[in-house]
């Protein structure tokens, strides 16, 4: 028996009550193809990928989908032109395939092109510096081309005069502004919902998704496995274990040693800077390749991120911004600012952590970009690095190593042509709902968040917002809880929407969420 035959066999519902049955099939038959540790966007991509090639597989994470870096990131879907910067062409062209695949293929509907443009204020470029942007800026677009992502898409880049940079981005400054250099990437609304919407794809195709559920004594073949809210533990067998813990994975396997780098945005109302469609990329005085970036959000707000510090010893569950980041950001967005944001316009933080690999030497190897697939002694198979855009290939890379090592019989990798829940092509996906249900105009907002699925989500209940102001619908929560496993009122405030980035938001909507999930979790019990 597979653990997802039963109710919910081929869908994609996440819940507790399949939760709980599909833990008691693993107790039943604790013998899977392959165990994937991690619910992040690496593990969720890694379940995807082993379930939709025909392995029984089992994903387990400690806490909740998307608790890791996956959720502390810049959102960006890069087309890898950083790294044509520093000559790293292989990784700079795997990365614009996959944002070619992710922008219109595997997950069109959560993803937007960004224009980014760096005002060409005198003051703020360095002599040259301009045009060292420009040619940078054409490689990537050259990048692009190469890719096969049309223009169409990812607009090619360009100059716009003040009068056009003012009006993507109100809040530069005007004394002295020349216009602006515009290229195009991709950025999705939100990182948590990519990890949530591979999950459940992964769940159609077959694979337990276990939240709460931590992986202990875990060798090549076998885990034990505690299910944090009973304490019961269980004992699994499998053909082949994938270690995908990003910064925790020397917990998992002991062989690893990493030493995280902590990367820090900084969030404020996009009414500060006017409003802004497009993102601002303002240089770091005295550097030539970091720059500030200025990334309008969803829930009306811009992320100003993002630093790069080094942050020894052991993991928190939540990295928290120091105040030297906090004023770092500031004074360097502010460069480029007709009016000054002060600390008075922060409206939240937040901090991820970027695994570098300890060499032991006092030095580290910078794999938070390029991603690494190795194998311990004991024949776990850890895949670590990489970054959000690249998730597929690493997934691709880490199920093709544990199916060559191990022998396990499994079809090839196909997720490049596999739309996740909610994108076109998917087959629950249907078209812009507008007015079903009765539900009235369906928020622009919730279709960014939930694509074709939108439908399903107003369906689960009212399309009225959560709480004044925030364009989070009451039907959202609801949806969380019945279709996307989100357990308690954190999941949803913190991951399952973005609502908890701003505390003040979330106790102005902690009521009625606390509500919602406790009907949703008691329907549930009933049923
Ligand atoms: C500040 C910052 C900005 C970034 N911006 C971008 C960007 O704009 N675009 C981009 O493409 N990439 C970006 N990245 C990179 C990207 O965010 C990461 O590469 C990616 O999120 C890592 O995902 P992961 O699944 O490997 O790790 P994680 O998301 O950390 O997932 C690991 C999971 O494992 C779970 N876990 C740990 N131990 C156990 C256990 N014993 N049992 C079960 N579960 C366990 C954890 O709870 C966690 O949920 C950024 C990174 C940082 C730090």
């Known amino acids: ?155 090619r880049v360009r100059r716009i005069d003040a009068d056009r940079t003012r009006r993507l981005a109100p809040g530069v400054r005007t004394d002295g502004l020349r216009g602006a250099l515009v290229a195009h990437d991709g950025q999705l609304v939100d990182d948590a919902r990519l990890v949530v919407a591979l999950a459940r794809t992964a ?22 496995l505690v299910d944090t809210l009973t304490g019961q533990e269980l004992a699994v067998r499998a053909g082949a274990v994938v270690n995908a813990t990003g910064v925790w994975a020397g917990e998992v396997d002991t062989s690893i040693r990493l030493r995280p780098s902590r990367g820090t945005h900084l969030l404020v109302d996009a009414q500060a800077l006017g409003n802004p469609t497009a993102a601002l990329t303002v240089p770091v005085p005295g550097s030539t390749s970091r720059f500030v970036f200025a990334l309008p959000q969803q829930l009306g707000r811009v992320a100003i991120g993002l630093t790069d510090e080094d942050a020894p010893g052991p993991i928190p569950d939540e990295p928290q911004p120091t105040e030297a980041e906090l004023s770092f950001l500031l004074d360097t967005v502010n460069a480029a600012l007709e009016t000054a944001l002060t600390r008075a316009d922060v409206r939240g933080a937040y901090a991820g952590l970027r695994p570098l690999i300890d060499t032991g030497d006092g030095s580290t190897a910078d794999i938070s970009r390029e991603h690494a697939v190795l194998e311990n002694p004991d024949g776990v198979v850890t895949v670590v690095g990489g970054k959000l855009t690249t998730y597929r290939k690493m997934a691709e890379d880490a199920v093709d190593a544990a199916v060559r090592l191990r022998g396990l019989s499994a079809r090839a990798c196909w997720t490049a042509r596999l739309p996740l829940i909610g994108a076109p092509g998917h087959r629950d996906s249907r078209p812009l709902p ?67 980035l701003v505390a003040e938001d979330a106790e102005r909507a902690r009521k009625a969420v606390e509500e919602i999930v406790g009907e949703c979790r008691g329907a549930g019990q009933e049923g």
Not at 203 to 220: F, H, I, K, M, P
């Open 1 to 155: 028996m597979t653990p997802t035959a039963g109710p919910y066999a081929g869908t994609s519902r996440l819940d507790a009550a399949r939760r709980t049955l599909e833990l008691e099939a693993l107790g039943d038959d604790p013998r899977i193809d392959l165990l994937v540790i991690g619910g992040g966007v690496t593990g969720a991509g890694v379940a995807l990928d082993a379930a939709s090639r025909g392995l029984r597989t089992v994903l387990v994470e400690a806490r909740d989908l998307a608790f890791g870096t996956s959720r502390w990131s810049s959102k960006l879907v890069h087309g890898g032109l950083r790294y044509l910067a520093s000559g790293r062409i292989k990784v700079a062209r795997e990365s614009a395939v996959e944002r070619g695949v992710l922008m219109t293929r595997t997950a069109p509907h959560l993803i937007r092109a960004l224009p980014q443009l760096v005002p060409l204020l005198p003051d703020l470029l360095r002599p040259g510096q301009a045009t060292l942007i420009r040619t940078g800026f054409h490689a990537g677009d050259a990048l692009r081309l190469t890719a096969g992502t049309p223009g169409a898409l990812l607009p």
């Open 203 to 224: 769940a159609q195709y077959g694979a337990s998704v276990l939240t709460r559920v931590r992986a202990e004594q875990v060798t090549g073949t076998s885990a034990r």
């Open 434 to 500: 507008t007015g079903e249900g009765g539900a009235g105009p369906v928020p622009a907002s919730l279709v960014a968040r939930h694509g074709g699925a939108a439908h399903e989500v107003l369906a689960a209940g009212e399309s009225a917002p959560i709480a004044e102001g925030l364009d989070v619908t009451r039907a959202e929560i609801a949806y969380a809880v019945t279709h996307e496993g989100a357990l308690d009122v954190a999941d949803v405030l913190d991951r399952r929407t973005r609502i908890g």
